[in-house]
């Protein structure tokens, strides 16, 4: 019986292909939108994966020092230990004509028997010590062949090296971005001044506990997993973020598909009352309409598919970028599509689907033959049903917004809470526009026929019009939310940077990435600017990666100046405050730090310090800081010094005389750095301030796509619920025709009734786009990445909503209304 329905369905959807082609657009889009998002996270994640696999291959600890490992500690520890097998390694970054390339510096005898993951590695390492090797994809992406130099920029200062050879790896992608040389290159190019950065291990955890009993004091032994998961854990907020913001087009997509799969059984009512007075049972009739919604929602899904993998092609730039900026370098060129991303696009396509047919499969098997022709009859059953679901939205409210206020770090619950705030809203939305029209539709009565008729069409037909201006609302207070979401981000950030940057000018030494600098300021060039006339006061820093008892934090070596104390806005400070952090073993920790690890000032913090190893440090401060989301720490010079040797000044702050010439103080110091044999940069603050916001505006443009990707899934949802409603209200146009309206007053009716349907979803977007701002800001910002702000509705933010959805709805209605321009009224009042 069911398929016997399902061959009426098809000679339906021969006769109305828009609406077959409007069910299947919906769900092509928000299957597409999840699935490109998945891609692109699995395709950062296994690149980051092969990555790993073919740097470390089968390590499994790794023995590294609080400023690196000296290079006597591992021929010392070659001796002790002739049998097991270990292996030094350096790496770092360098440039090539503005590619960051990652290097890796080994000893080829010691990569014979260490079975690191390079194919033909025996061969390809032995030949390293006179020149680099570099992957093929590399090397056709820097345009160089074999036998060529390869210009390489090193903290400023250029080295040139042949290409001797390529190498490969077991997959292709692990050696995008890579150069591999011998340790001793790697050394001069990098600048480590005879340290390797790590000794991998091949051992068991027996051999492990004696490597560690011989140890000093400044290096340790870790299982090799502990630095791929932390590096991991940094991006994972980033990435459960744009999950979340590609499920909210597929929510938006569920009342899409909703509207248009209960249109379809709204146009065939006659037709199933026939049925069920020839026999077929209401349970066949159900069947039948979920069976034809998952025969459409899975092709769709299956081109949504196809569809994601190609966005993913243009989301995976922006989120590389995004990561190289934020986190650590990643050369990610390939997409992976691996067949759980395919199931879980088919699953989320089909399930939500028959999800949001289930209420059409209803109103289709309790089709009553008598009442099958009256609107009316649906309209008031559909009204009957409104203040129940808005009081069951009501309660998604409350409950999102319980979970929301829970003090719980889970970042899962705070997209739960949000998700319910927002099911719950739309569920409300047709009610409150049902009692909003009524009581407008009395007071405009005087306005004219048009404006009265655009309005009581809305209210009459709420089982059509609620469900389009839910899915537009959810759509557009999306879109507003994460704007204010983004400029109070933006605004917080543009402050933080104006305290922070309290010196007039900067310089600094190159460096590759957010790591230690390569080189340093040498002594004769910081004698020379604190001595420049015009300067009244400078102060130095340099970052070096500290190890605390769990991971590598950014840790930076402040010498103030007097403005130094300014340039920290402190949320919480410990007693004694400055002169507490610069008298005693204390640091100041960064609020991303200090949330996502629950450490407040007086607290302490064990950091791996080359003098004496773990070595506890007291927080005298948490400070606000939006440099990383990671969390950063800071210390005096003066306690630094106490517990590590080396210090390499890699930048200086300089402050301008009040009564000085700021530009001439400029010229003196770029002449100095002109004739200062050491390549430099210099920056003014402003500089900073201008590249720092760009950066972070170049960071939300996937969030901005999907935004996007958001709205139009949205106005495809309006499109075909304006479409279904006026074709429904062909015979009644008709009717109006027949009676002297014109072609032109019938239009400005539709598309008065259009206008009205934008400004209502605009008007109910605002608070809802407010709130979920509020959660997106205190909530889920906070648990990502441990960043707090003021929220902040930017200016024009209200009126760029409303704009979007009064476009989007008349965009969307301007071919409906042509279409009944069209009709012919003998046609259509035939049947009278």
């Given at each position: 019986?069911?398929?016997?329905?399902?061959?009426?369905?098809?000679?339906?959807?021969?006769?109305?292909?828009?609406?077959?082609?409007?069910?299947?657009?919906?769900?092509?889009?928000?299957?597409?939108?999840?699935?490109?998002?998945?891609?692109?996270?699995?395709?950062?994640?296994?690149?980051?994966?092969?990555?790993?696999?073919?740097?470390?291959?089968?390590?499994?600890?790794?023995?590294?020092?609080?400023?690196?490992?000296p290079q006597e500690q591992y021929t010392s520890l070659r001796k002790s230990f002739p049998s097991l097998l270990m292996a030094p390694v350096i790496e770092g970054h360098v440039e090539h004509q503005g590619n960051v390339l990652s290097v890796l510096g080994l000893d080829p005898l010691a990569e014979l028997f260490f079975?690191?993951?390079?194919?033909?590695?025996?061969?390809?390492?032995?030949?390293?010590?006179?020149?680099?090797?570099?992957?093929?994809?590399?090397?056709?992406?820097?345009?160089?062949t074999v036998g060529e130099p390869l210009e390489l920029n090193s903290g400023g200062v250029l080295h040139s090296l042949d290409v001797i050879g390529e190498f490969s790896t077991l997959v292709d992608a692990a050696g995008e971005g890579l150069i591999l040389?011998?340790?001793?290159?790697?050394?001069?190019?990098?600048n480590k001044n005879q340290r390797i950065d790590r000794i991998d291990l091949m051992i068991d955890e027996t051999d492990a506990v004696s490597v560690a009993a011989q140890l000093p004091p400044g290096l340790r032994i870790v299982p090799a997993s502990q630095r791929q998961q932390s590096m991991q854990s940094m991006t994972r907020g980033f990435q459960i973020n744009l999950t979340a913001m590609s499920l909210l087009a597929l929510v938006v997509g569920l009342f899409l598909i909703h509207n248009t799969m209960t249109f379809a059984v709204l146009q065939r009512r006659e037709n199933y009352a026939v049925k069920r007075v020839v026999g077929v049972t209401s349970r066949a009739l159900g069947l039948s309409v979920l069976a034809e919604s998952a025969l459409i929602s899975l092709a769709a899904s299956v081109t949504g598919l196809l569809l994601g993998y190609h966005i993913a092609g243009l989301l995976i730039a922006l989120t590389t970028q995004t990561i190289n900026d934020l986190y650590f370098v990643l050369h990610v060129q390939e997409l992976w599509f691996p067949p759980s991303v395919a199931v879980l696009g088919i699953f989320l396509g089909v399930g939500s689907s028959l999800l949001a047919a289930s209420l059409a499969a209803l109103e289709a098997a309790q089709t009553d033959p008598i009442n099958a022709t009256s609107r009316?009859?649906?309209?008031?059953?559909?009204?009957?049903?409104?203040?129940?679901?808005?009081?069951?939205?009501?309660?998604?409210?409350?409950?999102?917004?319980?979970?929301?206020?829970?003090?719980?770090?889970?970042?899962?619950?705070?997209?739960?809470?949000?998700?319910?705030?927002?099911?719950?809203?739309?569920?409300?939305?047709?009610?409150a526009t049902l009692i909003i029209s009524r009581k407008l539709h009395r007071r405009v009565a005087s306005w004219g026929i048009a404006v009265s008729m655009a309005i009581g069409s809305v209210q009459r037909n709420i089982s059509r019009t609620g469900i389009a201006i839910a899915a537009l609302t959810i759509a557009v207070a999306a879109t507003f939310g994460?704007?204010?979401?983004?400029?109070?981000?933006?605004?917080?950030?543009?402050?933080?940077?104006?305290?922070?940057?309290?010196?007039?000018?900067?310089?600094?030494?190159?460096?590759?990435?957010?790591?230690?600098?390569?080189?340093?300021?040498s002594d004769e060039f910081l004698k020379t600017v604190e001595q420049l006339p015009g300067v009244s006061d400078t102060s130095t820093s340099f970052v070096i990666k500290a190890t605390t008892r769990s991971d590598k934090i950014n840790l930076r070596v402040l010498s103030p100046h007097a403005g130094s104390p300014d340039a920290f806005h402190f949320l919480e400070l410990n007693e004694g405050g400055w002169?507490?952090?610069?008298?005693?073993?204390?640091?100041?920790?960064?609020?991303?730090?200090?949330?996502?690890?629950?450490?407040?000032?007086?607290?302490?913090?064990?950091l791996f310090t080359e003098f004496t190893g773990y070595q506890p440090f007291i927080i005298a401060g948490v400070y606000q800081d939006y440099g990383s989301s990671h969390g950063r720490m800071t210390m005096h010079i003066n306690t630094y010094q106490q517990h590590w040797s080396e210090q390499s000044i890699a930048s200086i702050g300089l402050i301008?005389?009040?009564?000085?010439?700021?530009?001439?103080?400029?010229?003196?110091?770029?002449?100095?750095?002109?004739?200062?044999?050491?390549?430099?940069l210099y920056r003014s603050n402003t500089d900073i301030h201008k590249e720092s916001l760009a950066i972070f505006d170049r960071t939300f443009e996937v969030t901005r796509v999907l935004r996007w990707l958001t709205v139009a899934v949205a106005v495809i949802g309006i499109f075909s619920a304006l479409l279904a409603l006026h074709l429904e209200r062909a015979k009644e146009f008709a009717i109006l025709r027949a009676c002297g309206t014109t072609r032109r007053q019938i239009l400005q009716i539709v598309m008065l009734q259009t206008l009205y349907m934008g400004l209502m979803a605009g008007a109910l977007a605002l608070p809802l786009g407010w709130v979920m701002s509020e959660v997106l800001i205190?909530?889920?910002?906070?648990?990502?990445?441990?960043?707090?702000?003021?929220?902040?509705?930017?200016?024009?933010?209200?009126?760029?909503?409303?704009?979007?959805?009064?476009?989007?709805?008349?965009?969307?209605?301007?071919?409906p209304a042509w279409r009944i321009g069209k009709f012919s009224i003998a046609a259509q009042i035939r049947s009278e």
């Amino acid at each position: 019986m069911v398929a016997l329905l399902l061959r009426s369905s098809v000679c339906f959807y021969r006769r109305h292909p828009l609406q077959l082609l409007l069910s299947f657009l919906g769900i092509v889009l928000g299957v597409s939108i999840v699935t490109a998002v998945l891609i692109t996270n699995r395709s950062a994640q296994r690149a980051f994966e092969i990555t790993v696999q073919s740097l470390y291959g089968a390590t499994t600890h790794q023995i590294e020092g609080a400023l690196g490992v000296p290079q006597e500690q591992y021929t010392s520890l070659r001796k002790s230990f002739p049998s097991l097998l270990m292996a030094p390694v350096i790496e770092g970054h360098v440039e090539h004509q503005g590619n960051v390339l990652s290097v890796l510096g080994l000893d080829p005898l010691a990569e014979l028997f260490f079975e690191r993951s390079f194919s033909e590695s025996n061969n390809a390492l032995s030949a390293v010590r006179h020149g680099v090797l570099v992957n093929r994809r590399t090397l056709e992406q820097l345009q160089l062949t074999v036998g060529e130099p390869l210009e390489l920029n090193s903290g400023g200062v250029l080295h040139s090296l042949d290409v001797i050879g390529e190498f490969s790896t077991l997959v292709d992608a692990a050696g995008e971005g890579l150069i591999l040389t011998d340790i001793a290159i790697a050394q001069s190019l990098l600048n480590k001044n005879q340290r390797i950065d790590r000794i991998d291990l091949m051992i068991d955890e027996t051999d492990a506990v004696s490597v560690a009993a011989q140890l000093p004091p400044g290096l340790r032994i870790v299982p090799a997993s502990q630095r791929q998961q932390s590096m991991q854990s940094m991006t994972r907020g980033f990435q459960i973020n744009l999950t979340a913001m590609s499920l909210l087009a597929l929510v938006v997509g569920l009342f899409l598909i909703h509207n248009t799969m209960t249109f379809a059984v709204l146009q065939r009512r006659e037709n199933y009352a026939v049925k069920r007075v020839v026999g077929v049972t209401s349970r066949a009739l159900g069947l039948s309409v979920l069976a034809e919604s998952a025969l459409i929602s899975l092709a769709a899904s299956v081109t949504g598919l196809l569809l994601g993998y190609h966005i993913a092609g243009l989301l995976i730039a922006l989120t590389t970028q995004t990561i190289n900026d934020l986190y650590f370098v990643l050369h990610v060129q390939e997409l992976w599509f691996p067949p759980s991303v395919a199931v879980l696009g088919i699953f989320l396509g089909v399930g939500s689907s028959l999800l949001a047919a289930s209420l059409a499969a209803l109103e289709a098997a309790q089709t009553d033959p008598i009442n099958a022709t009256s609107r009316s009859h649906i309209e008031s059953q559909n009204q009957r049903v409104l203040p129940w679901l808005a009081s069951f939205g009501a309660s998604l409210i409350v409950l999102g917004l319980t979970i929301g206020g829970l003090s719980t770090t889970s970042l899962l619950w705070g997209f739960i809470a949000l998700t319910l705030v927002l099911i719950g809203y739309g569920c409300a939305i047709p009610f409150a526009t049902l009692i909003i029209s009524r009581k407008l539709h009395r007071r405009v009565a005087s306005w004219g026929i048009a404006v009265s008729m655009a309005i009581g069409s809305v209210q009459r037909n709420i089982s059509r019009t609620g469900i389009a201006i839910a899915a537009l609302t959810i759509a557009v207070a999306a879109t507003f939310g994460v704007n204010v979401m983004i400029e109070s981000f933006r605004t917080s950030v543009d402050r933080w940077l104006a305290t922070t940057l309290q010196s007039d000018f900067y310089v600094s030494v190159p460096q590759s990435d957010s790591s230690q600098a390569a080189q340093s300021l040498s002594d004769e060039f910081l004698k020379t600017v604190e001595q420049l006339p015009g300067v009244s006061d400078t102060s130095t820093s340099f970052v070096i990666k500290a190890t605390t008892r769990s991971d590598k934090i950014n840790l930076r070596v402040l010498s103030p100046h007097a403005g130094s104390p300014d340039a920290f806005h402190f949320l919480e400070l410990n007693e004694g405050g400055w002169t507490f952090f610069s008298t005693n073993d204390a640091v100041f920790i960064s609020e991303p730090l200090a949330t996502k690890n629950e450490l407040r000032p007086g607290d302490v913090i064990e950091l791996f310090t080359e003098f004496t190893g773990y070595q506890p440090f007291i927080i005298a401060g948490v400070y606000q800081d939006y440099g990383s989301s990671h969390g950063r720490m800071t210390m005096h010079i003066n306690t630094y010094q106490q517990h590590w040797s080396e210090q390499s000044i890699a930048s200086i702050g300089l402050i301008v005389s009040p009564d000085a010439d700021r530009q001439r103080v400029e010229t003196a110091l770029k002449a100095l750095i002109q004739q200062h044999r050491q390549p430099l940069l210099y920056r003014s603050n402003t500089d900073i301030h201008k590249e720092s916001l760009a950066i972070f505006d170049r960071t939300f443009e996937v969030t901005r796509v999907l935004r996007w990707l958001t709205v139009a899934v949205a106005v495809i949802g309006i499109f075909s619920a304006l479409l279904a409603l006026h074709l429904e209200r062909a015979k009644e146009f008709a009717i109006l025709r027949a009676c002297g309206t014109t072609r032109r007053q019938i239009l400005q009716i539709v598309m008065l009734q259009t206008l009205y349907m934008g400004l209502m979803a605009g008007a109910l977007a605002l608070p809802l786009g407010w709130v979920m701002s509020e959660v997106l800001i205190k909530v889920i910002n906070v648990r990502s990445f441990g960043w707090s702000m003021a929220g902040l509705i930017p200016p024009g933010a209200v009126t760029e909503a409303l704009a979007i959805a009064v476009v989007s709805a008349l965009v969307a209605g301007l071919y409906p209304a042509w279409r009944i321009g069209k009709f012919s009224i003998a046609a259509q009042i035939r049947s009278e």
